[in-house]
């Protein structure tokens, strides 16, 4: 009996939490749209919430100046100068170029509970977000290159 109540006391929490949690994309394609958008490596990180192997993604060890867009729907997400060398073989940011350029969401795949940081126009995944970052936030967003496209600051003219 008391078990019973403890399933429906805990499937009452999950479907609350899991309406605060979700958040509705502005931009949204089927899968097959995304699909033919991307290329597969993106596709498979950005949206079905991969991870692409550390040391091994086009932008960690990106040092120049600009921008970094989402790699769906183009949103600027971080800035060159909110870039840092985290030393984890991945992109990693102190913030978001925007407070809210970004949501988060639980993530409790893996035997883990992390962060997990979207795009807020699309629902991409990025990445996610840990409290061990430096200052000024102490936060360090850790995102994939194939989830982003980098505009230099001064693009050479066509
Ligand atoms: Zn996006």
């Known amino acids: 009996m008391r078990r019973e109540w403890t399933m429906v006391l805990l499937a009452a929490i999950g ?3 899991e309406k605060i949690m979700s958040h509705k994309a502005e931009i949204s394609r089927s899968e097959e749209e995304w699909r033919s958008l991307l290329t ?10 991969g991870t692409e192997r550390a040391f091994t993604g086009a932008l960690w060890d990106n040092k120049k100046e600009g921008e970094y867009r989402c790699v769906c729907c183009d949103l600027p997400l971080f800035s060159s100068s909110a870039k840092y ?7 990693s940011f102190f913030e978001p170029v925007s407070a809210d350029a970004v949501v988060t969401e639980n993530d ?8 997990e940081i979207l795009c807020r ?13 430096p200052a000024p936030t102490g936060m360090r967003f850790c995102t994939n290159s194939a989830a982003l496209s980098f505009v230099p600051k001064e693009a050479p003219s066509p």
Not at 40 to 49: L, M, S, T, V
Not at 85 to 91: C, I, K, L, N, V
């Open 15 to 17: 479907c609350r939490g």
């Open 85 to 91: 060398e985290s030393g984890t073989g991945w992109p």
């Open 121 to 133: 126009r699309c629902m991409a995944h990025l990445g996610h977000v840990f409290p061990d970052g």
């Open 40 to 49: 597969p490596e993106q596709f498979r990180i950005a949206r079905k919430k």
């Open 108 to 115: 409790s795949s893996l035997f883990m509970t992390r962060t």
